[in-house]
């Protein structure tokens, strides 16, 4: 029964796959690995070695970050000092009322040189030492609290400051 039928034999019509992608494929993930072996990854964290210059760039700097000054700058004499706002040019100032305050991690003659400082007839006082942001904390309380110095309060109403005169902003 079964040999009274002929055999057809069928054409496969579906195209072969093609070897192409995965070829492709392969030859992505061989070069990935590659890539990664020269860039030298590895499974370890590794931490990054500094230059030894920039090593002992770093330990200067974290160690300014916690030796800085918070400093004021005084009047020497009684007399015209520059002033940074109030429509102001110049502010008559006292011998030993405060011109500017501010903060460093440079110390005195990194943060000023002495023309500076002769020029604007004025001395560096150091008020506070600590991290930089305790001199910063300590350098908001006193631009917030100049106002209501005795030194401000002793000036005719329309002469008084709310910062020292070489303060330009509060941050």
Known sequence: MGADKPYIEKNDTKPQKSLLPILAVAAVLIFAGVLVSKLGFSGKKEIPKLSPQDEAKLEKRL???????QYALIAKVDGWYPCLHSGRTSYYLKKGEVWKYGITSKGETGRYKAPFLVKNQVFYFIQFT?????????EQINLFNYAHLPENLAR?????LTRPPYNSIMR
């Open 63 to 69: 160690k300014e970050i916690d030796e800085s000054e």
């Open 130 to 138: 600590g991290t930089y942001s305790e001199c910063l904390k300590r």
């Open 156 to 160: 005719p109403p329309a002469d008084r």
